[in-house]
């Protein structure tokens, strides 16, 4: 335990996922000894990013607008959307530059021990979405893990009824047990090509 200030940093960076006891404290130390100026755009980042980013009103992404960029460009097709569970993975399908469509963040995954249902994610918005736009595929791009899994196989059940529109599935070759975003972008764009219906 260290005193005052520094422990206050070290316990909050701890809070942060991915972010464990060792890495808290070495990121702690490096802004202690880092060039002032260095550490006061990080604080300037991390106080305008609670007031100037809301979500997508339409996909859920993050976003400047109440619509964000990718929904505001007419040039991507509307009629295809890639539902995934965080905006991290817009990221990693973006970089792949296989996919011009639009997508869907519902905002995690269903975790039923983590108490996180259908409700707690944005399939409602989803429906409503399909329902109202003319969309005639839905590409399911969870995370190949468990609750991805689980997620994408309720959703192909909610969303059989529509008529007219193709589910389909990223293909397998995603290394099993991970996240989108850790996928190279040659994997994850061949997993996009090779997607299958569902
Ligand atoms: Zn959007």
Redesign the pocket.
């Known amino acids: 335990m260290y005193e005052g200030p520094v422990q206050d940093l070290i316990d909050e960076l701890g809070r942060l996922p991915g972010v464990g006891p060792k890495s808290a404290q070495r990121i702690a130390f490096h802004l202690l000894a880092a060039d002032p100026a260095d550490v006061g755009r990080l604080q300037d980042a991390l106080g305008r990013v609670k007031e100037g980013v809301v979500f997508?009103?339409?996909?859920?992404?993050v976003?400047e607008q109440t619509?964000?960029?990718?929904?505001?460009d007419l040039r991507r097709d509307a009629t295809v959307v890639c539902v995934v569970e965080e905006p991290k993975d817009v990221l990693a399908v973006e970089r792949t530059r296989e996919f011009k469509g639009?997508?869907h963040?519902l905002g995690g995954a269903l975790d039923p021990l983590a108490g996180i249902g259908p409700d707690q994610l944005r399939i409602r918005e989803l429906m409503a979405r399909i329902g109202a736009q003319d969309i005639t595929e839905i590409i399911l791009a969870t995370d190949p893990n468990t609750e991805g899994e689980a997620t994408a196989t309720y959703l192909v059940r909610m969303l059989r009824d529509f008529p007219g529109l193709t589910v389909t599935r990223l293909a397998s070759g995603l290394p099993m047990g991970g996240d989108l975003e850790f996928a190279d972008e040659l994997t994850l764009g061949r997993a996009l090509s090779g997607r299958r219906t569902v």
């Open positions: 997508c009103e339409i996909c859920g992404n976003s619509q964000c960029r990718i929904c505001r639009r997508y963040v």
